[in-house]
């Protein structure tokens, strides 16, 4: 929605030349709602399917020797 709006900040010289200002006042009063209720439609068919991993699994190995080290006082 952010994006839409991006876009109608672009193009508003050139909505103004078509709609009077209660028209596009109208205009940012959509995108503003649209921003503030988080409501999608949820579509069937997609363009492309994008795979988003639910965790991410990391691995870190630690020296036995050197952490020894790093812990021997005498």
């Known amino acids: 929605m952010s ?6 900040l672009i193009l508003t010289p050139l909505i103004k030349q078509r ?3 209660k028209g596009c006042y109208y ?3 959509i995108i503003l709602i649209g921003l503030i209720i988080p409501f999608r439609p949820q ?3 997609v363009i492309f399917n994008v795979n988003i ?4 699994e990391t691995t870190m190995q630690t020296s036995n020797e050197t952490l020894s080290n790093k812990l021997d006082i005498s």
């Not at 994006?3 to 109608?8: C, F, M, P, Q, S």
């Not at 991993?53 to 991410?56: C, G, N, R």
């Open 27 to 29: 205009g940012w009063l």
């Open 53 to 56: 991993p639910t965790y991410v």
């Open 3 to 8: 994006i839409v709006a991006l876009l109608y």
């Open 43 to 45: 579509w069937e068919n």
């Open 19 to 21: 709609y009077s200002e």
